[in-house]
C-alpha cells in the first residue's frame, strides 16, 4: 500500500479550489538529483514563456537528499508542493499521487533529468488543442548504435502487436488534460508505457518532435532482458485494457482451440482402432489428445469464472468514459 505524508492534510481541497494555476508539473524524484535545483529552474523557464500560472509538485521519497533542496526552493516563493512516500513504490505510485492533487487544467509529466529541451514545453502544451495527450519524441536522439536498433526493434514490435505508432514511447515529457490524467491507472512499470495505455482507452494521443537536452547523458544500452520485461509490460496492458471486462473472449479462445485440436485428434486416433488395425495400447499420442480436451475445459472454465465475477461486480465498474456532454 502507498504511503503518503503531505504536509497539508487538506491538500487536495485546496487543489480543487485553486482553480486559477493553468499547468501542473508533476516531477517524480527516484533516483539520484544534485541537479534538481538546476533542472528546476530550466523547467521554470519553460513554463514562464508559455503559460500565466503554474505550479510544481515532486513527488520523492520523505529521506531523498532533494527534499531539502526543494524546500529552500519553496521557502524562496518558488510555487512548489511537496508530496512525500515513507517508502518509494516507484514512478507509477509518484505519478498517481501527483494527478490526485494537480490543480491545473493542464498536467505536465516531466522527467527529474535533463532528458529534452524544456524550452519546448509550450509547444507541448499546445499540442492539446487538438488532442488529449501530447507526447515527446526526442530527436535527433543522442544513443549508440546498438542503442538506436534496440529502439527500432522495440518500436516495430510495438506497432505489430498492440498498434501503437509510437517512436518514442518511454519519453517522459509529456502533456494530459486533467480529466485524462485522473482516468488513467498506473502500477508497476506501466508509467513508461502512460501514452499506449490512454491510446487503448480511447484518447487521442499526438507525438510531439523534441530535441533532446544538451545537458542530456543517457546514451546507455539497455540489455535485452530489460526490452522482453517492457513487452511483457506492453502485453499486460493490451490484455488488461481488451480483455479485464471480457474474461471468456480471451480465455475461452486459447481453450476451445486446445479442445479443437484434442477432440479431432482424439477422434482419428479412434477412427484409426475402429476402421484399421491400430491397437490403442502403448500411444502416447492417445494420452496427449485427451490432456488437450482437459486443458481445453479447463481454460474454458476459468473464463466462465472470470464472468461470473465481472458479472457480480459489474454495478461498481464503470466501462464507458464520457467525452463530452453538449447541453
Not at 133 to 143: D, L
Not at 267 to 281: E, K, S, W
Request: glycine content about 8%; proline content about 5%.
Amino acid at each position: 500500500m502507498t504511503a503518503i505524508i503531505e504536509r497539508d492534510p487538506n491538500v487536495s481541497q485546496h487543489s480543487e479550489m485553486a482553480t486559477d494555476v493553468q499547468v501542473s508539473a508533476v516531477i517524480p524524484i527516484g533516483g539520484a538529483t544534485d541537479h534538481i535545483a538546476d533542472l528546476h529552474r530550466e523547467y521554470r523557464s519553460g513554463l514562464e514563456a508559455a503559460v500565466d500560472s503554474f505550479e510544481f509538485l515532486y513527488v520523492l521519497e520523505q529521506r531523498s537528499p532533494a527534499l531539502a533542496i526543494l524546500q529552500r526552493l519553496q521557502s524562496e516563493g518558488e510555487p512548489i508542493k511537496l508530496i512525500t512516500f515513507a517508502k518509494w513504490h516507484g514512478e507509477a505510485s509518484a505519478l498517481c499521487a501527483g494527478f490526485a492533487r494537480a490543480a491545473g487544467d493542464v498536467v505536465l509529466t516531466l522527467p527529474a533529468e535533463f532528458q529534452v529541451d524544456a524550452s519546448r514545453i509550450g509547444e507541448l502544451i499546445k499540442t492539446l488543442d487538438h488532442c488529449d495527450v501530447a507526447v515527446g519524441k526526442r530527436h535527433p536522439r543522442p544513443r549508440s548504435a546498438i542503442g538506436s536498433l534496440q529502439g527500432r526493434v522495440f518500436h516495430f514490435f510495438l506497432r505489430r502487436f498492440a498498434g501503437a505508432p509510437f517512436q518514442d514511447v518511454s519519453c517522459d515529457f509529456r502533456a494530459l488534460k486533467r480529466d485524462v490524467a485522473r482516468e488513467l491507472v498506473l502500477y508497476g512499470e506501466q508509467h513508461r508505457y502512460l501514452p499506449l495505455l490512454a491510446l487503448v482507452q480511447g484518447f487521442k494521443v499526438c507525438e510531439v518532435e523534441v530535441p533532446p537536452s544538451a545537458k542530456s547523458r543517457n546514451r546507455s544500452v539497455h540489455p535485452v532482458g530489460k526490452y522482453l520485461q517492457s513487452m511483457l509490460d506492453v502485453l499486460s496492458i493490451v490484455f488488461l485494457v481488451k480483455f479485464s471486462r471480457k474474461p471468456l473472449r480471451f480465455f475461452g479462445m486459447i481453450g476451445m482451440s486446445l479442445f479443437g485440436v484434442g477432440s479431432l485428434w482424439t477422434l482419428f486416433i479412434i477412427a484409426q482402432r475402429v476402421f484399421g488395425d491400430q491397437p490403442l495400447m502403448e500411444r502416447p499420442a492417445l494420452i496427449l489428445s485427451v490432456l488437450l480436451v482437459v486443458l481445453g475445459i479447463q481454460i474454458v472454465a476459468v473464463g466462465l469464472v472470470g464472468e461470473i465475477l465481472i458479472f457480480t461486480r459489474s454495478k461498481d465498474l464503470k466501462e464507458y468514459k464520457i467525452a463530452e456532454v453538449i447541453e
